[in-house]
């Protein structure tokens, strides 16, 4: 693995430790998880923070992030890499997975679930105990480095994520949730990603979760931290509490008038 720590390494600590404030004992399963050479598979609404808590763990650990952005279209040469044409000569070119098996760092799948069955097999024999990646084109297989990690991402609220890993592969992913947190933490969040007084973030999230406490409302999504975060910096740059909650969270949530009226009185009643 050494080879490839050398040359054009990646920089493996960023300046300064991304925010992210625990609700619960998610650092703790992580370290664990991490010390273990693990898989994880954290779970939670879009919005609630598992990008960032990935963020804060790979750097408290010291090790690179390479995250991969899950979609329909992905195919296991996004992951793992192809041949391409480079001045008349085909060359090797390694896919984002296998740069983080190869490094030993930490990847992180996000939104698993949009990719197809045959893509997500090649992840099957990193997760379970053989740790090691097939690089089918290559005629090898790779082994991953000390430090190598997945982590995958899914919202529990869409389709199953179970459909596409095999339930054996499954049982060796140590699983996190992560909910919206509880209001004075996420209020903490709030205020300080948008730099606003707590008096205002506390009243962003109570909006928000007034709206996630709505019984039957045909919305998508419900109001995520980062919806009151955008919300809040609206509020920074000097835009009224009511207009802000309208255009970030309001407006957003849904296309449908009756919807957006109901959201709107209810913003009102509690802003
Ligand atoms: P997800 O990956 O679940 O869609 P993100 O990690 O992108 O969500 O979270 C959205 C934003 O909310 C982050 O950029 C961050 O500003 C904020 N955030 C959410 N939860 C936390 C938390 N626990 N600590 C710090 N910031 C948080």
Redesign the pocket.
């Known amino acids: 693995m050494g080879q490839y720590r050398n040359g054009a390494g990646p920089m493996r600590v960023a300046q300064e430790a991304p925010?992210?404030?625990?609700?619960g004992d998610e650092a703790e399963v992580f370290r664990a998880a991490a010390g273990g050479g693990l898989p994880v598979l954290l779970k939670?609404p879009?919005?609630?923070?598992?990008?960032?808590?990935v963020q804060a763990m790979a750097h408290e650990l010291g090790r690179e992030l390479i995250t991969i952005a899950g979609h329909e279209d992905m195919t296991s040469a996004d992951l793992v890499g192809r041949f391409l044409l480079k001045g008349g000569e085909t060359v090797w070119v390694d896919g984002p997975l296998t740069r983080a098996v190869r490094q030993g760092a930490l990847c992180y799948l996000d939104e698993v679930v949009e990719a197809r069955q045959d893509t997500i097999v090649v992840i099957h024999p990193l997760a379970d105990h053989r740790r090691e990646l097939a690089l089918d084109r290559l005629g090898t297989t790779l082994p991953a480095a000390d430090g190598f990690q997945l982590v995958i991402s899914y919202n529990p609220g869409y389709q199953s994520v179970l459909k596409n890993i095999k339930e054996s592969t499954r049982q060796r992913f140590v699983a996190i949730e992560l909910g919206f947190?509880p209001a004075e933490i996420e209020t903490e969040?709030v205020a300080r990603?948008a730099g606003i007084d707590v008096r205002t973030a506390g009243d962003l999230v109570r909006l928000g979760n007034a709206i996630r406490n709505l019984d039957g409302a045909p919305l998508r999504e419900v109001s995520s931290?980062?919806m009151l975060?955008l919300a809040g910096a609206l509020v920074a740059q000097g835009l009224g509490l009511r207009s802000a909650a309208r255009s970030a969270i309001v407006q957003v949530l849904s296309d449908d008038p009756d919807v957006v009226h109901a959201l709107g009185e209810l913003a009102d009643a509690v802003l």
């Open positions: 925010f992210y404030r625990a609700a939670g879009t919005g609630c923070g598992k990008t960032r808590f947190p969040i990603e931290t980062r975060i």
